[in-house]
């Protein structure tokens, strides 16, 4: 049972490019989650989805960023128009459930992160 | 003031030694998170509190949540720990958001 699987790893845009990284939950979870990590920053949460929903995105900046989590297929975060700011490690999580509901303790599975660099 | 603070900041061990990593917040939460950070940079979900304590291995978390404080305890420790400890919180309220510590750097020398 593959993890999280998060591609591309790597990603170098210039200036005004977009940038599309994608993210495969684990099998069987439908909760999706991308977080943001600036260099020397913390981590800080971006959006949460479900299968065709945007559930919470108070986390997303106003403009050039959305995600989607199609009803087949990866969830993507798009970024329009990347600026030099917009270079972090960009993680994906995914949970089967709500974390805060059902058994187990870890119910939070991340992603390897994929590292958006913008030139 | 962050949310959620985290000390100290950087501690570096010797392998053997007992380790414990602080963690304070300053909201209501409905959960709390321990992960784990390696150099390479992927994250790994260690452990998920709303109360008491848990253990895994040499690894045990606790919670107060009057004193809205956990700690995170590695025992016999040991190089391979060497990693970035983060905090992060869910809100009371039913949202998912987490919010994150910065982190705290682990170097356990051998």
């Known amino acids: 049972n593959a993890g999280v699987m998060q591609n591309p790893r790597h990603l170098v845009r210039r200036r005004g490019q977009e940038a599309r990284l994608r993210c495969s939950p684990m099998k069987g979870h439908s909760h999706v989650y991308w977080y943001r990590q600036l260099p020397e920053e913390g981590l800080k949460f971006m959006v949460y989805l479900q299968k065709e929903n945007i559930i919470d995105e108070s986390g997303m900046p106003k403009e050039r960023f959305s995600a989607e989590f199609p009803k087949e297929g990866p969830s993507i975060l798009r970024i329009q128009q990347v600026v030099r700011g917009d270079s972090a490690a960009y993680f994906c999580?995914?949970?089967?459930?709500?974390?805060?509901?059902?058994?187990?303790?870890?119910?939070?599975?991340f992603g390897a992160g994929s590292r958006l660099t913008v030139l | 003031k962050n949310e959620v603070e985290q000390s100290p900041q950087n501690l570096t061990a010797q392998e053997g030694e007992f380790i414990t990593i602080n963690c304070s917040y300053s909201v209501g939460i409905s959960a709390l998170h321990w992960l784990q950070q390696h150099p390479g940079g992927g994250i790994v979900s260690l452990f998920m509190l709303s109360s008491g304590k848990k253990k895994h291995g040499r690894l045990i978390a606790t919670i107060n949540i009057q004193e809205k404080h956990s700690s995170l305890h590695i025992t016999a420790s040991h190089p391979r720990d060497s990693a970035v400890y983060i905090c992060a919180v869910r809100n009371q309220g039913g949202s998912e958001k987490l919010v994150f510590g910065k982190g705290m750097k682990l170097t356990v020398n051998p």
């Open positions: 999580a995914s949970s089967p459930f709500r974390p805060g509901t059902g058994a187990g303790a870890n119910v939070l599975t």
